[in-house]
């Protein structure tokens, strides 16, 4: 499991990859995410209400991380949206928003791509 969340003062340039320590690395601005490789992922992207700040998406990005079927998390702050890759035998949108809603982030689903990167099959 790797959690990427933006760190300060990064000597990198935004959007570049860059390890600190072990299982934080840099994500860009206003970018945060958290990775599980898995297979047989489907992606759904969830508005999210009430972020206000860095923590909020980082924040948002462990809960949806911790959840069993979860893969891959990426959360845009600037959009206020989370795009997240799950496994469909473990986990839905559904229960994706509601446990954002149980840590005082209202979101719903604004969309779905199949496949594992949305692109060919979905």
Do not use: W
Not at 34 to 54: F, P
Not at 102 to 109: I, M, W
């Amino acid at each position: 499991m790797i959690l990427v969340k933006k760190i300060k003062n990064s000597p990198v340039a935004p959007g570049k990859p860059m390890a600190t320590t072990p299982g934080f690395a840099y994500a860009g601005k206003h970018s945060y995410f958290h990775t599980r490789r898995s297979q047989k992922m489907q992606n759904a992207i969830l508005k999210i209400d009430g972020m206000t700040s860095e923590g909020c998406a980082d924040l948002v990005a462990t809960v949806l991380g911790g959840i069993s079927g979860v893969g891959d998390v990426r959360v845009s702050l600037l959009n206020c949206l989370a795009t997240v890759q799950y496994d469909e035998r473990h986990t839905t949108p559904q229960l994706l928003a509601g446990s954002l809603a149980r840590a005082g982030y209202p979101a719903q689903q604004a969309g779905t791509s199949g496949g594992c990167c949305g692109g060919c099959c979905g």
